[in-house]
Every structure is written in C-alpha cells, then in structure tokens.
C-alpha cells in the first residue's frame, strides 16, 4: 500500500484546512488510517483515526472537538477536515495504515505497517 498525504499549507489561527490521504497499491487492502503529527524537537503524536469500515473514529484530546476523520473508501481517500487551527497545530501531518487490525484504532505510531510523506501544516498566530 502506497499512502500520499496533501493539503497541508500556511493558515491563519482559527481557520481550517482539509487534508487527504491516497491510498494505491495493492487492490482491495483495507486498512485502518491514522494521522500523526510531529512538530520540530518533539515525538510523532496520534492526531485521529478512523476503522476501514468508518464506523469508529478517534481522536488525541487536542484536536478532539475540533478535527473530524473520514474515509471514502470508493475513491481510496481518507481525510482529515481540521478547523479552529491554532499555531500549536503547527506539525508534519503524516497518515497511516495498518493492515492487520483493520477494525480497531491504535494510538502507538507500531502498529502502522505503511505511512505517507507527510504534509506541512503551519498555522500563524
């Protein structure tokens, strides 16, 4: 499975971006998605995820509120509708997918078999 991660950029504190998540590669892998993020001099961090299925989501308590997952599994896409930025936000947005627990959200970065490029997002105050 090959993961492309875009949409990020530069926006101001309190507006929104939408980031994507293509999936290629191997016909018919499902997977669970993940979206981590890593600001400069700190840990890759669980940002959201969501099962192959849709039916469960999850979110990191910093985002929780703010941030919504979902997938369109037709188009092979998973995105991450972010709003109410604020310059903590500021990361590399990587997404994820793991191919064994394609029913369940893992947290731990271990768990995801194969991962995208990432995407800037930085948000100005």
């Known amino acids: 499975v090959q993961l492309q991660a875009f949409g990020g950029g530069l926006v101001q504190a309190g507006g929104y971006l939408r980031l994507s998540c293509a999936a290629s590669g191997r016909t018919g892998s499902r997977f669970a998605a993940g979206w981590f993020r890593q600001a400069p001099g700190k840990d890759r961090e669980f940002v959201s995820g969501?099962?192959?299925?849709?039916?469960?989501?999850g979110y990191s308590t910093s985002v929780k509120g703010r941030f919504t997952v979902f997938r369109d599994n037709a188009k092979s896409t998973v995105y991450l509708q972010m709003s109410s930025l604020k310059p903590e936000d500021t990361a590399v947005y990587y997404c994820?997918?793991?191919?064994?627990?394609?029913?369940?959200?893992?947290?731990?970065?271990?768990?995801?078999?194969?991962w995208g490029q990432g995407t800037q997002v930085t948000v100005s105050s």
């Open positions: 994820a997918a793991d191919t064994t627990h394609t029913e369940y959200i893992f947290r731990s970065s271990v768990a995801y078999d194969y």
């Open positions: 969501i099962t192959w299925t849709g039916v469960s989501t």
